[in-house]
């Protein structure tokens, strides 16, 4: 059992940053991969960046080159450090975990474990 809290939301001006946070529970975290998720209002969820526990790293187009995922296993956690928003970058975001789902197939596949979520504006 893997239990995902989420941390670092906010509000934030177009071309800001923020970091989020991820902290996670239970023992064999650092062998699972995990990966963030988005969902703004009225529409879907999708796939934001996923990492492996080898290292292995995905993202979406839409956030490459702006946003970086990286984890300290000593810590049990993982972090998005998003750089230069846009506003289609609001929404709230998920950190999702699975023993099994390579970073590949993150965006086509439901992860195990799932977070509350943490919400991001950003104002234009």
């Known amino acids: 059992q893997v239990q995902l809290v989420e941390s670092g939301g906010g509000l934030v001006q177009t071309g800001g940053s923020l970091r989020l946070s991820c902290a996670a529970s239970g023992r064999t975290f650092s062998s699972y991969t995990i990966g963030w998720f988005r969902q703004a209002p009225g529409k879907q969820r999708e796939f934001v960046a996923a990492l492996t526990s080898g290292g292995t790293i995905n993202y979406a187009d839409s956030v490459k080159g702006r946003f970086t995922i990286s984890r300290d296993n000593t810590k049990s956690t993982v972090y998005l450090q998003m750089n230069s928003l846009k506003p289609e970058d609001m929404a709230v975001y998920y950190c999702?975990?699975?023993?099994?789902?390579?970073?590949?197939?993150?965006?086509?596949?439901?992860?195990?474990?799932w977070g509350q979520g943490t919400q991001v504006t950003v104002s234009s």
């Open positions: 999702a975990a699975d023993p099994w789902i390579s970073a590949q197939n993150m965006g086509n596949m439901r992860p195990r474990y």
